[in-house]
């Protein structure tokens, strides 16, 4: 069975609102630049490298499909335009960058897609979308970049809805700008 990976730029706060900084009108967004580091870097190109779908809500597709047709040339790039999309959305009409698919169904088509043939489906950003897997228990592992900042308020990847989730820790390592990179399992 293929693997649900959601993989999150995260706050102190807990806030995964706009660490690129133009993804929404947060008062702080980019936060998440002043902690590039080439360790990290090589982290999510890995992680991208070693996966063989991505899966994507709504709005971060729309980003992403503006941005990445023009990154050919890079490995980054390269390997985002080649993947196979998935983008569960009840409102997009058509998914025209390359290799998309539109899923509707949050429970019922990821439940099926991780069933079919292939390996590992990664989940960028994308919180609401990363909120419902989470809900209905088809998380298979937590990719989080715990960068040193608060940004006082945002959208969070736990709201204060009282559901209770418990994970296990697979790895964790810190980098010399003080992100920590950790890697959790869910505990069903």
């Known amino acids: 069975m293929r ?3 959601v993989t999150e730029f995260i706050t102190l706060d807990g806030v995964v609102e706009a660490p690129g900084g133009n993804e929404t009108p947060h008062p702080h967004g980019g936060w998440q630049a002043k902690f590039r580091h080439p360790e990290g870097g090589k982290y999510k190109l890995d992680e991208l490298s070693n996966v063989e779908a991505l899966l ?4 971060t597709y729309e980003k992403f499909a503006e941005y990445w047709p023009s990154g050919i040339g890079t490995p980054f790039g390269d390997r985002m335009n080649q993947l196979p999309k998935y983008v569960v959305s009840q409102s997009l009409k058509t998914a025209e960058w390359n290799n998309s698919h539109i899923l ?4 019922g088509d990821l439940t099926a897609l991780k069933k079919t043939d ?12 990363a909120k419902a897997l989470l809900h209905h228990d088809l998380v298979d592992e937590l990719r989080l970049m715990l960068c040193p900042v608060s940004v006082g308020g945002g959208l969070r990847l736990f709201d204060d809805d009282r559901e209770l989730k418990k994970f296990s820790l697979k790895s964790s390592r810190a980098l010399d700008n003080g992100v920590l990179i950790i890697e959790y399992q869910p505990v069903r």
């Open 3 to 5: 693997k649900i990976i």
């Open 56 to 59: 994507l809500g709504r709005k």
């Open 104 to 107: 509707r169904d949050v429970a």
């Open 118 to 129: 292939g390996g590992d489906i990664l989940l960028y950003g994308s919180a609401t979308l």
